[in-house]
């Protein structure tokens, strides 16, 4: 199995944990289980300082973080990266690999790797062996608070801005509306275009097999989570009741072994979310494993971090791209990849993670609520 390894020594001298209020979305947005609603989900940022005067960055950072991972790492010890990783890991096991407390060790990753990239003074997807600098992406968006004509036209501009694969959300409390839905989008997008639908684990697996039947001749690319994500014997039943719509799951587990699972079972397009995986490198072994078993695979979390790791899958392997939600973060930052035909092309001039959320903006605009420093002990 893939598995990052370098031997230089990190030590780290300070953090600035950056809190602000809510970016609030321009539109309320609204899956089929009732979830999101106007606010993006960020909440903080951090900066974290090295001893050789390097400095990483991360968008996405909680309290959670903050509590568990830097009174562990501000001590002045010394380790390389794998043993940070295993250090830090030994520390939230008994949290289990589901737990907010997993999810930091993938973030810790990527501030490691951001700090050893700078140190080779090579970009952070480069020096992970990139041999390109684009992602190729799909588009989603299409909240369940539209109405049948908004979703059309949000669908034909995404196609028109170069996309050729476009997602939206099913599982209203009306079948037939999200049938209508389907059918209006097929007809105004035409046959060459991929059409995907998120159910966000609305149905039970009767249910599912109702929709999926019911939506064959829209030839979709896939539906997404129409079962709660863990009910692995419930994807099972799916496949062995003749579900020919293939079925995507992943952005909810958080380790490579549920991947796994996951083929096992009968998935077809697998879905690891990058802010959300235990390992980061969790997604390179999830996309090896779906060349190996014939899947498809499919990056999801937020583009702007979500390019960073496209930059090392093939075209046909895509990452996302939910607008509704990531757009107004992405109005908030710094050298984010820039979004053209359907790819994200990152800055090729900056050492690490060239991504840094906009501080000035945020405090111009009465959303920044706290600056905390945190030193070695």
């Not at 930091?104 to 992970?128: S, V």
């Not at 980061?280 to 999801?300: C, H, P, Q, T, V």
């Not at 509704?324 to 710094?334: K, R």
């Not at 945020?362 to 600056?371: H, S, V």
Request: glycine share 8%; aromatic share 12%.
């Amino acid at each position: 199995m893939f598995r990052y390894n370098f031997d230089e020594k990190l030590s780290f001298r300070k953090a600035i944990y950056y809190e602000f209020d809510p970016i609030k979305l321009p539109k309320t947005f609204q899956d089929g289980t009732g979830g999101l609603g106007q606010f993006a989900p960020e909440r903080g940022c951090i900066e974290l300082h090295d001893s050789e005067g390097f400095v990483a960055h991360y968008l996405a950072i909680d309290k959670t973080f903050i509590h568990t991972i830097l009174p562990l790492i501000l001590t002045g010890e010394s380790r390389s990266f794998n043993e940070w990783r295993n250090f830090l890991y030994w520390k939230v096991r008994n949290s289990g690999s589901q737990s907010e407390k997993a999810v930091c060790l993938g973030k810790m990753d990527t501030l490691m790797l951001d700090l050893l990239a700078q140190r080779k003074n090579m970009p952070l997807h480069r020096f992970l062996g990139a041999e390109k600098d684009w992602a190729k992406a799909y588009k989603g968006g299409g909240s369940i608070l539209l109405d049948d004509s908004e979703l059309v036209d949000d669908m034909q501009r995404y196609v028109s801005e170069g996309y050729t694969t476009v997602k939206f959300k099913v599982g209203s409390d009306n079948m037939e509306r999200d049938l209508q839905r389907i059918d209006k989008v097929r007809t105004a997008l035409g046959s060459d275009i991929e059409i995907a639908v998120d159910a966000n684990q609305k149905w039970d697996v009767q249910t599912a097999v109702q929709f999926a039947e019911l939506t064959e001749s829209f030839n979709l690319a896939w539906l997404e989570e129409p079962i709660h994500a863990n009910d692995m014997n419930g994807i099972k039943e799916l496949k062995e009741r003749g579900v020919k719509v293939p079925l995507a799951f992943g952005e909810s587990m958080r380790i490579n072994y549920e991947f796994e699972i996951y083929a096992e079972k009968g998935v077809d397009v697998l879905q690891p979310s990058v802010g959300r995986m235990t390992r980061i490198d969790d997604l390179i072994a999830i996309r090896n494993l779906s060349r190996e078993k014939n899947l498809r695979f499919m990056s999801g979390g937020r583009v702007y971090l979500c390019a960073l790791f496209g930059t090392l899958f093939n075209e046909d392997e895509l990452i996302e791209f939910h607008e509704p939600i990531s757009q107004p973060v992405c109005e908030y930052a710094l050298n984010i990849p820039e979004e053209r035909n359907g790819r994200f092309y990152l800055p090729t001039n900056i050492p690490g993670n060239a991504q840094r959320l906009n501080i000035e903006k945020l405090e111009r605009d009465g959303l920044l609520k706290l600056k905390q420093y945190f030193y070695n002990n």
